[in-house]
């Protein structure tokens, strides 16, 4: 029996007269990796925003350990544990890489106990962690986008999260800082972070995660393990359009029909 | 504010150019020496260069280190002018108790006006500022308890030793000063450049963007405070268009602007090179002296967007200065 971290029941969001959410509900196990994938436009970075309390949700609620997220203030969302990383990434320009971590650990879940100093040595860990100790002294804005990424998970870690949501830390690495990405994600989760990972490189979602949702113009069409998602036709469709999903219909017809052919003749020799 | 002017590179850490907060401490312990000289008017004239400076401090807290542009901070300094008036009026002949009482008046009334002023933000929150002291400037003229238009007289010490008010003004403005660098270096300076750089990303790392604002905006506040305290006593009577004159309003922008703004340094040589200029510009152009001020402004802002401090950490001679001209203006 695992326990529910994350519960999101109908939850849904309206930005004028576009509904980029609905109806959408899911639980998230504590401890567990959940893939959260659709195409462009599907409602992830928002459905992101909702569970980190940027946006208060239209319809429905997300709860944490009994807790609505809506009735929590922004800036104390980090401090039930929940933390996240923006796609669009948002460094401290004028501050240092260290610095930029720094403010979290300053300000995150245990910030109250870290005195200035142990904030920074707490900073400093995180920079080795993620691979940015030798730019820790550079301004933020000096840095790749890659770094960026990179700097963007070192500054969610730094908050001591239960649950961290990641919005494609991975666009724009290669595939060896993939890799390299996917083994910091194993290990933070090896130390008991439920991670919620947004993500377009199919590869690194289905290798890392242990389960996966899939949302399409706003609602969740699929949800399970990842091997049954992937091959579930709604998932398809929604990534490779109606007509793709007619013409592999159409030759799954045509293998069927042909294994059948074969069956129903006898065999010449002896199977 | 453009990001660009508040970019840090070649200013050093969260406190600014290191040099640059020494070469002020130098000169702060030099201005010690100022009353020595015996004459009033120059004693005069580095006081006012020390208010400016407090005031400027307190500005750079909110509109430097924060981000928020305020042009309400001169209602601040006008709070503890009069309070140093009703004081003095009632009989009490205290500078400390005055400078006391105006910091906590002055942050009561900052944390109140902030409340509402500080869910502003940029323009908005600048015309809101201006509403403020506007307001409390009309409020002031209209109490005929405050003396209306008409003004207050202050019971002033005796020639002897006028200097205490030199020597007071010069304790404020070494506080701000001193405040302005352990507030920076510690949490709150950390929270505040978060709240300038992005408000969002700051929300996330469980930064409350109201709270530190009104932080930031209520210690300024109290940096007004004080030197308003020191200004009513020095001057002997105040009114309301002394006290809230445009240039108290404005100096200590353009000051904190020109020395380098979110810098420990900044202020202090901002106020030490407009006011200083200032005065040398009213004894030589008794008439045109703001049509060279004002192109003298101009001139700073254009050729050093980032402040006089840059100055400082600048490497590479003339040529990389032209470069950070023309990366400025890409």
């Not at chain 2, 902030?114 to 502003?120: D, K």
């Not at chain 2, 510690?186 to 992005?198: C, D, H, P, Q, T």
């Amino acid at each position: 029996m695992s326990e529910v971290a994350l519960r999101i029941s109908n939850v849904g969001m309206r930005f004028g007269g576009l509904w980029a959410l609905s109806e959408v509900s899911f639980d998230v196990e504590r401890g567990s990796v959940l893939g959260l994938i659709g195409p462009n436009g599907s409602g992830k970075t928002t459905l992101m925003n909702v569970i980190s309390g940027v946006y208060k949700p239209t319809a429905g609620e997300v709860t944490y350990g009994g807790k609505r997220i809506a009735d929590v203030a922004t800036h104390d969302v980090c401090h039930l544990g929940i933390a996240r990383t923006f796609q669009i990434v948002k460094p401290f320009a004028s501050l240092s890489v260290r610095e930029n971590v720094a403010v979290g650990a300053m300000y995150g879940r245990y910030g109250a106990k870290r005195s200035t100093r142990a904030s920074f040595e707490r900073a400093q860990e995180l920079l080795e962690v993620v691979g940015l100790a030798r730019v820790a002294e550079r301004p933020a804005s000096d840095l790749t986008i890659p770094d960026r990424k990179r700097l963007e998970v070192a500054k969610a870690l730094a908050l001591d999260p239960d649950v961290l949501l990641l919005d494609e830390v991975m666009a724009g690495l290669n595939a060896t800082e993939v890799e390299e990405a996917l083994d910091l994600l194993r290990s933070v989760n090896a130390r008991g972070v439920t991670l919620i990972v947004v993500e377009h490189l199919m590869k690194a979602i289905v290798s890392i995660s242990t389960s996966i949702v899939v949302l399409a113009e706003g609602r969740k069409i699929a949800q399970g393990a990842p091997a049954d998602v992937l091959g579930s036709p709604q998932v398809i469709e929604a990534y490779l359009g109606s007509r793709w999903v007619k013409r592999q219909e159409q030759l799954a017809v045509i293998e069927a029909e042909r294994i059948e052919a074969a069956r129903l003749q006898p065999p010449e020799a002896g199977a | 504010m453009n990001p660009a002017t508040l970019k840090r590179i070649g200013l050093g850490g969260i406190t600014g150019n290191p040099i640059a907060f020494a070469v002020v401490l130098a000169l702060m312990a030099l201005l010690l020496a100022i009353p020595l000289t015996h004459n009033g008017y120059i004693e005069l004239v580095f006081r006012n260069i020390l208010m400016y400076a407090a005031m400027a401090y307190g500005w750079n807290l909110i509109g430097g280190y924060t981000g928020y542009v305020s042009f309400g901070n001169v209602a601040f300094f006008g709070i503890g002018a009069y309070c140093s008036a009703i004081l003095a009026t009632h009989g009490v002949d205290n500078l400390l108790l005055y400078v006391l009482l105006a910091m906590a008046v002055s942050a009561v009334f900052a944390a109140i006006v902030g409340f509402p002023v500080l869910r502003l933000k940029g323009h908005y929150f600048a015309i809101a500022t201006l509403g403020v002291a506007l307001a409390v400037t009309d409020i002031i003229a209209n109490l005929d308890a405050l003396g209306g238009t008409g003004g207050l007289a202050l019971h002033q010490v005796d020639e002897a030793h006028f200097s205490i008010y030199y020597y007071a003004m010069w304790l404020v403005a070494l506080g701000s000063m001193l405040g302005t660098y352990f507030i920076a270096r510690s949490k709150l300076g950390y929270a505040f450049v978060a709240i300038r750089e992005n408000e969002d990303a700051a929300a996330v790392l469980g930064i409350s963007a109201t709270r530190y604002k009104i932080v930031a905006w209520t210690i300024g506040a109290m940096m007004a405070g004080a030197a308003g305290a020191v200004f009513a006593p020095a001057n002997g009577f105040i009114d309301p268009s002394i006290t809230f004159a445009i240039d108290s309003n404005v100096f200590p922008i353009a000051m904190t602007i020109l020395g380098g703004i979110g810098t420990v340094a900044g202020p202090f040589i901002g106020a030490l090179l407009l006011a200083g200029a200032n005065e040398l510009l009213q004894r030589f152009f008794v008439k045109a002296h703001t049509l060279f001020f004002g192109a003298m402004i101009v001139l700073i802002v254009l050729l050093l967007p980032r402040g006089l401090v840059w100055l400082f950490g600048l490497r590479g001679g003339a040529r990389a200065w032209l470069k950070s001209l023309s990366v400025y203006k890409a």
